[in-house]
């Protein structure tokens, strides 16, 4: 039976298709979409979900953190919400489902409840993240962060780009106050639930022929910046046994960074040199010096932290064979998130009742409802992306797949909601 007791009604992927173009029409870069955090271009296409919602009737506020959401009123105005929703930032030339199919998919939620009078008791929220990607500041979910308590004012002022702008500046560049963030933060009692769905991101459910994955548990990340130290000097007059060449180290470095996450004790875990730079850059010097980013990832807490710090250990002794040295400094940590096992089992009873076959899954990416599972119940669900391709303009999600993808995001609300949000975990 349905949630309502009636027939529900269908998602439109035709109409999801079209929001997803409206969307990547907001770009600084026509290859692939380039939308960074707390970008002017950022703020257009929260302007455009904002007018949507309120095309809709639906109440829409901004908050400290540059998040918009939106509200339908439930029959019980002092029932805690229920609520749904992504970002809308990308990585550079990235690709235009990251983040915003999770949104799309919140705007066609509220299109069927609105036009066909769907009724629900608890306040549904409809919500677009500021700031989830990491590739402006090196941080990210910088705005489901700061409703989960977990971002300070001294933070904004000291992650900056690339240009040296800080996050509190390019905030205010864009009308928001960066003083004010912790009047993001949401109070646990004002929130029931809340459940996101995303592209996979890879290829584990195109692989099973598989149209939804639903999610226990979220990766964490420790993420470290090293320097290597070695000595420049002239390419043609050295011998190679008096070297000390920084970017022989690096290579050695990237690729015990692969094997050390390859091995047979380390399925669930990632580890990536995303970014390697060598100085002085000319073909005709040895490199003195490389800097680099190691990014270790797993589902498991301990072997997580555990796996970067060998690699850093073996990293100094790589570096003291190559008369090189080499130091590392901590820019990033987040533990993984078991997710709501309450929530996640009403996820899985919907799949059935639609009768979608589905796979639980974890996450190696980070998403919003990692920080959002910290002050209020979470679930997160996947639609399969095609080759399992992401960050890249050629990521692909069939609006087909993502319609069913709503289908499914529709009806588990919707049981959310009957059952009792306020009773998810307990």
């Known amino acids: 039976m349905e949630p309502t007791g009636r027939a529900l009604p269908r998602p439109d992927a035709k109409r999801l298709g079209a929001m997803l173009d409206d969307l990547a029409e907001l770009s600084d870069t026509d290859d692939g979409v380039t939308r960074l955090a707390y970008s002017t271009t950022e703020r257009a296409a929260h302007d455009l979900f904002a007018s949507w919602l309120r095309g809709l009737g639906l109440d829409v506020r901004v908050d400290a953190a ?14 805690p919400a229920i609520a749904t929703g992504s970002h809308l930032d990308s ?18 939620v509220a299109r069927l409840l609105v036009e066909h009078d769907v009724e629900h008791r608890h306040p549904f929220r409809f919500v677009a993240f500021a700031a989830e990607e990491g590739a402006r500041f090196g941080q990210a979910c910088l705005g489901s962060k700061a409703v989960a308590g977990l971002l300070t004012p001294a933070d904004l002022h000291t992650y900056q780009d690339a240009g040296g702008v800080s996050v509190a500046a390019a905030m205010e560049a864009v009308g928001l106050e960066a003083g004010s963030i912790g009047k993001a933060r949401w109070q646990p009692q004002d929130w029931a639930a809340f459940v996101e769905l995303h592209v996979e991101q890879g290829d584990r459910l195109e692989r099973a022929g598989l149209p939804v994955g639903i999610v226990d548990v979220v990766s964490g990340s420790t993420r470290l910046a090293m320097e290597i130290t070695g000595r420049a000097t002239h390419s043609g007059s050295t011998p190679m046994d008096h070297r000390s060449d920084a970017l022989a180290a690096a290579a050695e470095i990237v690729l015990l960074a692969e094997r050390t996450a390859s091995d047979e004790d380390h399925a669930e875990t990632r580890a990536t040199v995303g970014v390697l730079n060598v100085q002085p850059g000319s073909i005709t010097t040895i490199p003195g ?11 498991e807490g301990v072997r997580q932290r555990a796996t970067a710090a060998e690699i850093v250990r073996t990293a100094r002794d790589i570096c003291a064979r190559r008369q090189a040295s080499v130091t590392s400094r901590p820019i990033g940590d987040s533990a993984p998130a078991t997710l709501s096992p309450r929530l996640r089992q009403i996820m899985v009873d919907a799949c059935q009742t639609l009768g979608l076959p589905y796979m639980t899954m974890p996450s190696g990416a980070s998403h919003d409802a990692q920080m959002i ?3 209020v119940p979470t679930a997160l669900m996947f639609v399969p992306s095609r080759a399992g391709l992401s960050h890249v303009p050629d990521e692909w999600t069939s609006t087909t797949d993502l319609a069913v993808g709503v289908d499914l995001l529709l009806r588990g609300l919707l049981e959310i909601d009957r059952i009792g949000g306020e009773s998810a975990d307990g």
């Open 66 to 79: 540059g998040n918009t959401i939106a509200e339908r009123p439930g029959s019980d105005a002092s029932a």
């Open 289 to 299: 010096r490389a800097t680099l980013t190691l990014d270790v990832r797993d589902v």
């Open 373 to 375: 599972n910290h002050v």
């Open 91 to 108: 990585v550079p030339h990235g690709g235009r489902f990251d983040g915003i199919a999770g949104v799309v998919a919140a705007v066609e």
